[in-house]
T-cell receptor
Framework: NAGVTQTPKFQVLKTGQSMTLQCAQD?????MYWYRQDPGMGLRLIYY???????DKGEVPNGYNVSRLNKREFSLRLESAAPSQTSVYFC??????????????FGPGTRLTVL | EDQVTQSPEALRLQEGESSSLNCSYT??????LFWYRQDPGKGPEFLFT???AGEEKEKERLKATLTKKESFLHITAPKPEDSATYLC???????????FGTGTRLKVLA
């Protein structure tokens, strides 16, 4: 069980460039999340997918798009990166059953710098 | 507006010096309050879920409690390896969304 994996681990972009952050989970979870974490701001929800085929906006969705490719994969796309998107991005999946019901499992994060 | 506030922002303890972290919340109809631990450079790791006032959960030196307005994470006789950022979150009513506090950075000195 790899849990939640994210790629890449680090990325540097120039303003205006685009990129996609990849996330995959192997725990058969229905719900997946994208958060960003900034100093003093805590974890803020960008987008989430309650189940395969659905996506919804979170607290800070502007400048981002998401794709729930299948049950395992949930990607986050920056179409035109801005310095304000410099952050650490975390993907998470939510256990919907069993002893781990309602626990979120987080990936290791992607550290993104936009110059 | 649903909100989670954690205090203090940072806490330094001597090894063995017990203390408590606070998480106060305003949400209409609590569906769950969650505690996570985050080590530097890593993703948060789940600790506890509390669902109703009066509920308590324990794990090693940590004990989480819940009232109608706040939760406490009690740390008894902490060790340096307990140093981390502790995050609190609530589930927004009727959704799969979770609202996180800004965390408490705990440093335990040997």
């Amino acid at each position: 069980n790899a849990g939640v994996t994210q790629t890449p681990k680090f990325q540097v972009l120039k303003t205006g460039q685009s990129m996609t952050l990849q996330c995959a989970q192997d725990m058969n979870h229905n719900s997946m999340y994208w958060y960003r974490q900034d100093p003093g701001m805590g974890l803020r929800l960008i987008y989430y997918s309650a189940s395969e085929g659905t996506t919804d906006k979170g607290e800070v969705p502007n400048g981002y798009n998401v794709s729930r490719l299948n049950k395992r994969e949930f990607s986050l796309r920056l179409e035109s990166a801005a310095p304000s998107q410099t952050s650490v991005y975390f993907c998470a999946s939510l256990s919907n059953s069993g002893r781990q019901y309602n626990e979120q499992f987080f990936g290791p994060g992607t550290r993104l710098t936009v110059l | 507006e649903d909100q989670v506030t954690q205090s203090p922002e940072a806490l330094r303890l001597q090894e063995g010096e017990s203390s408590s972290l606070n998480c106060s919340y305003t949400v209409s109809g609590l569906r769950g309050l969650f505690w996570y631990r985050q080590d530097p450079g890593k993703g948060p790791e789940f600790l506890f879920t509390l669902y109703s006032a009066g509920e308590e959960k324990e794990k090693e030196r940590l004990k989480a409690t819940l009232t109608k307005k706040e939760s406490f994470l009690h740390i008894t006789a902490p060790k340096p390896e307990d140093s981390a950022t502790y995050l609190c979150a609530v589930q927004a009513p009727g959704t799969y969304k979770y609202i996180f506090g800004t965390g408490t950075r705990l440093k335990v000195l040997a």
